[in-house]
């Protein structure tokens, strides 16, 4: 069974440009979380979602945002771009009932410039 | 490889030792404690679970403490090969096993010496 994918793999942006990042969870898995990892934060939770409605959400500005489609694909978007965007971005995908066994993506890694 | 982590905690053995690798975490009421592997390059990987009612649990070559009194968790690995090399995250999940909402720790960097 194919695992999480997540497109891109590295992703460059200018300051107050906006990007989108796709996820494509293991077949069966419909909830899709969004971590964020920098090496002086760690890894944060950005938001989750099951069934296409988002259930949770992190401590992150508005210009966060994401949705999950019929087929559990999600996407996350970030509009207007700062420097301290710049992070791995994780997702992860899980089983009904099984949160705590999150199986992550390799994430994309999005610099901005 | 990407670095994810530039002052974390850093454990140095020897290939065949027993490691031990530590965390305090901080939510009374959460449910799930669990332990992720981080090589460089890819996603967590997910090892081993702990309810808050248990105290330990053990898995393949790996055992999980937890001491609810003092809020500490702990994640032994048994006979250490350089294939555990790798950062390790303890987790919390204060939602039940139906979110998929964790709060990570900061991380230990598991260096294994041949």
């Known amino acids: 069974k194919a695992g999480v994918t997540q497109t891109p793999r590295y992703l460059i942006k200018t300051r107050g440009q906006q990007v989108t990042l796709s996820c494509s969870p293991i077949s069966g898995h419909r909830s899709v979380s969004w971590y964020q990892q920098t090496p002086g934060q ?3 939770f950005l938001f989750e979602y099951f069934s296409e409605t988002q259930r949770n959400k992190g401590n992150f500005p508005g210009r ?4 999950q489609f019929s087929n559990s694909r999600s996407e996350m978007n970030v509009s207007t771009l700062e420097l301290g965007d710049s992070a791995l971005y994780l997702c992860a995908s899980s089983l009904v009932g099984q949160g705590s066994t999150l199986h992550f993506g390799n994430g994309t890694r999005l610099t901005v410039t | 490889g990407e670095s994810v982590g530039l002052h974390l905690p850093t454990l140095s053995v020897q290939e ?3 490691s031990i690798i530590n965390c305090a975490y901080s ?3 959460s449910d799930y404690f669990i332990w992720y592997k981080q090589e460089s390059g890819k996603g967590p990987q997910f ?3 702990i309810r ?3 105290d330990k649990r053990q ?3 790996v055992t999980v403490l937890l001491n609810k009194t003092v809020k500490h968790l702990s994640l032994q690995i048994a006979a250490t090969q350089p294939g555990d090399s790798a950062v390790y995250f303890c987790a919390e999940n204060a939602g039940g096993t139906s979110y998929g909402k964790l709060t990570f720790g900061q991380g230990t960097i598991l260096t294994v010496h041949p």
């Open chain 2, 52 to 54: 808050s009612n248990m």
């Open chain 2, 16 to 18: 065949g030792d027993n």
């Open chain 1, 42 to 44: 760690g890894l944060q």
């Open chain 2, 59 to 61: 898995g393949q070559r």
């Open chain 1, 64 to 67: 966060f945002s994401g949705r």
């Open chain 2, 47 to 49: 090892i081993i679970d």
């Open chain 2, 27 to 29: 939510n009374s009421a």
